[in-house]
């Protein structure tokens, strides 16, 4: 028997771990839920653990740094 634990990036969903969507982080070990970036931004890939990785939602002319 073993407990199911995710870690940065990923939450628990029916059973496993997996990746925090687009738009999303979790910064905690854990089976917390992942968390929304702010309004009007995003993360530039799913499994963000940190609300630092949220930026502005861009159409035109935005980069990640």
């Not at 702010?38 to 653990?49: H, I, P, R, W, Y």
Request: a positive charge; charged letters at 10%; proline letters at 0%.
């Amino acid at each position: 028997y073993y407990t199911l634990v995710c870690d940065l990036g990923a939450e628990k969903l029916n059973g496993t771990c997996t990746l925090c969507a687009q738009g999303t982080y979790k910064n905690t070990i854990g089976n917390s839920t992942c968390l929304a970036c702010s309004e009007l931004q995003t993360t530039k890939t799913a499994g963000s653990n940190s609300s630092a990785l949220c930026g502005k939602i861009c159409h035109l002319y935005c980069t990640y740094v």
